[in-house]
T-cell receptor, first 114, second 115 residues
Framework: AQTVTQSQPEMSVQEAETVTLSCTYD???????LFWYKQPPSRQMILVIR??????QNATENRFSVNFQKAAKSFSLKISDSQLGDAAMYFC???????????FGKGTKLTVNP | DAGITQSPRHKVTETGTPVTLRCHQT?????MYWYRQDPGHGLRLIHY???????DKGEVSDGYSVSRSKTEDFLLTLESATSSQTSVYFC??????????????FGNGTRLTVT
């Protein structure tokens, strides 16, 4: 079964600085998708960014970018120019191509210090 | 929000009683999902639906059943609630499904406490 590991239960960053959240996954498949979701204290899950495994180019969404290392099965999230509103739980997630089953990591709690 | 309403928002129930949680969408999306979120486990898929009356199990489906008689409604039933089912339950929807790289949109969750 596929697994997703987030090795950092908590991280902190100063406002305006850059932080990287780690995620590794285990799969023998070649066709899959990877996601980062944000969950602020409001509890709502919000999609931050997604990456198709067949794409070599790293996905970018404004201040959020990923470092996708397919051979190493690593999918880290970089947040640039951190803002107070970025404080949240961040979840890495994996889905195998052709499957509706999204597998989540246990999350990383990000604190942004003013 | 993507037009998803979960009800109730909070519920406290006793062990052994049946409980039904409702997810209602106004987006006419084909796919609907139920997840539970527990500390130390992230989110785990319970069941999902890929159309009216079409459902499939997720990784933690034991003790749960679902029904979808209309496109807009997806019900999750705990047939006989247990304390291990105390959790936050999230509904999600997707237009074409994760397998077609269609993003998930989540509801605000239902906090269920089984005493």
């Amino acid at each position: 079964a596929q697994t997703v590991t987030q090795s950092q239960p908590e991280m902190s960053v100063q406002e305006a600085e850059t932080v990287t959240l780690s995620c590794t996954y285990d799969t023998s498949e070649s066709d899959y998708y990877l996601f980062w979701y944000k969950q602020p204290p409001s509890r709502q899950m919000i999609l931050v960014i997604r990456q198709e495994a067949y794409k070599q180019q790293n996905a970018t969404e404004n201040r959020f970018s990923v470092n996708f290392q397919k051979a190493a099965k690593s999918f880290s999230l970089k947040i640039s120019d951190s803002q107070l509103g970025d404080a949240a739980m961040y979840f890495c997630a994996y889905s195998q191509g052709g499957s509706e089953k999204l597998v989540f990591g246990k999350g990383t709690k990000l604190t942004v210090n003013p | 929000d993507a037009g998803i309403t979960q009800s109730p928002r909070h519920k406290v129930t006793e062990t052994g009683t049946p409980v039904t949680l409702r997810c209602h969408q106004t987006e006419n999306h084909r796919y609907m999902y139920w997840y539970r979120q527990d500390p130390g486990h992230g989110l785990r898929l319970i069941h999902y639906s890929y159309g009216v009356k079409d459902t499939d199990k997720g990784e933690v489906s034991d003790g749960y059943s679902v029904s979808r008689s209309k496109t807009e409604d997806f019900l999750l039933t705990l047939e006989s609630a247990t304390s291990s089912q105390t959790s936050v339950y999230f509904c999600a929807i997707s237009d074409w499904g994760i397998s077609y790289n269609s993003p998930l949109h989540f509801g605000n969750g239902t906090r269920l406490t089984v005493t």
